[in-house]
């Protein structure tokens, strides 16, 4: 029996390789890398957010209209079944106040190991050094190219990632091989990625968190689209949960809209402000705005919008304290991009889902050919639900291909 060959050594591929041996098939995985999971070392800034407690049709939500795609993945392969196989493997998981789930090691190292400990237990061949060039169907298999000589397989599973932090190796390898086989590809950009702003003072907020404020993306010719959390400046300009979550929206230039402090209502924040003057007539406006801003924001936001920090609290009247108010509740910063997609957490965009069978992962146009993991056009919201699809949609794919493997044989005997 010739193995399933499965190309990319990241979760999809370490659990797709591992799922097809369990199956009772030979698998070799090929990894170009010296090392697999480069990326999967760096996630959770290294901490490894390997899934979410959210319920399955929340988890399907987060998939910006593509998660019904994942359904059947999921059905096979859901959290408790990710946890428990790491479990298995050595590795116990818990969940943080936000429902996040890390391993208790807070080590992404452990949760690599757990996945290829998985596979060396089936009996998986890994190949490192092994760059695939290109993959052809002759007849009833596969040939695959690479550098390591040409490797015969009888089904093909390509993991091998999107675009995102190409120095972990993955530089859209897949999406080339997958065109070659005629497959469509909707064109990669970077997703989870944070913003370059113009204002060049906020190098100097590098670091400042902002919890819990309303972000709206305005593009020229385009419907605003807004959201709502958690935000980080930068040295290059801003970053946090609610931006990365707007990235993927980016198609140029645009200007971001801040609302500092979204509880507020307009008059209600310029009648709070006037209050803290009558209470601080002989305060700088400065040092009296701490209730509404952090300190370190206070006078850069205040001269970008044209108001002297330095003016005493007993000299600002009314219109002083609508500059103020507007000045917090829409807070403008010109976005010039991204930082790109070598800094993105993921990629949006990929093989074209609706030629590819949702149920088996299987290609639709090349049987026998089956992807799982980044290089699909999936990409979901920060939080553990890009790496739990990317192993759920490994699982599934080397189930399946297993499966019609066996199913093959048993028809020639």
Not at 32 to 40: D, E
Not at 81 to 109: M, N, W
Not at 232 to 242: E, R
Request: neutral net charge; glycine residues 10%; charged residues 15%.
């Amino acid at each position: 029996m010739l193995p399933i060959v499965v190309i990319g050594a990241g979760p999809a591929g370490m659990l797709a390789a591992g799922r097809a041996a369990e199956c009772g098939v030979p698998v070799r995985l090929l990894e170009k890398n010296q090392m697999p999971g480069r990326k999967l070392l760096i996630t959770g800034a290294g901490r490894c957010n390997i899934t979410s407690a959210v319920d399955l049709d929340t988890f399907i939500g987060q998939f910006f209209g593509q998660g019904r795609f994942l359904y059947p993945a999921l059905q096979t392969m859901y959290r408790e079944e990710l946890l428990d196989l790491l479990a298995r493997h050595g590795i116990r998981c818990q969940v943080d106040h936000q429902g996040k789930y890390f391993p208790v090691t807070g080590q992404s190292s452990d949760v690599l190991l757990a996945m290829l400990h998985y596979g060396q237990k089936q009996g998986v061949q890994l190949m490192t050094d092994c760059a695939v060039q290109s993959i052809q169907r002759v007849q009833d298999h596969f040939e695959i190219l690479s550098s390591q000589g040409t490797v015969l397989a009888g089904a093909v599973i390509l993991t091998t990632g999107g675009m995102t932090y190409p120095v972990t190796g993955s530089s859209g390898d897949g999406y080339r091989l997958a065109a070659q086989l005629g497959h469509s590809i909707v064109p990669p950009r970077p997703a989870l990625a944070p913003f370059v702003v113009k204002q060049t003072y906020i190098q100097n907020l590098a670091g400042l968190s902002l919890p819990d404020v309303e972000v709206r993306l305005v593009q020229p010719g385009k419907k605003p689209v807004a959201g709502r959390g958690d935000l980080l400046l930068t040295h290059k300009g801003v970053s946090g949960p609610v931006i990365l979550r707007l990235s993927r929206e980016l198609s140029g230039s645009a200007d971001v809209h801040i609302n500092l402090v979204p509880s507020f209502a307009r008059p209600a924040l310029i009648a709070a402000i006037l209050t803290v003057f009558n209470q601080n007539g002989r305060t700088h406006i400065k040092n009296c705005l701490d209730s509404f801003l952090p300190h370190r924001l206070v006078t850069p936001l205040l001269t970008a919008a044209g108001i002297d920090p330095d003016r005493m609290a007993a000299q600002a009247g009314r219109r002083i304290a609508e500059q103020i108010a507007q000045a917090i509740s829409d807070w403008t910063l010109t976005v010039t991009g991204t930082q790109g997609i070598h800094i993105a957490m993921v990629t949006a965009g990929g093989v074209a889902l609706r030629e590819i069978n949702p149920a088996s992962l299987e290609s639709r146009l090349v049987p026998g050919l089956y992807f799982a993991g980044e290089v699909l056009d999936l990409d979901g919201d920060t939080g553990g639900y890009n790496l739990q699809a990317a192993c759920s949609t490994g699982y599934l794919a080397g189930q399946s291909a297993a499966a019609a493997l066996l199913s093959h044989l048993r028809n020639d005997r």
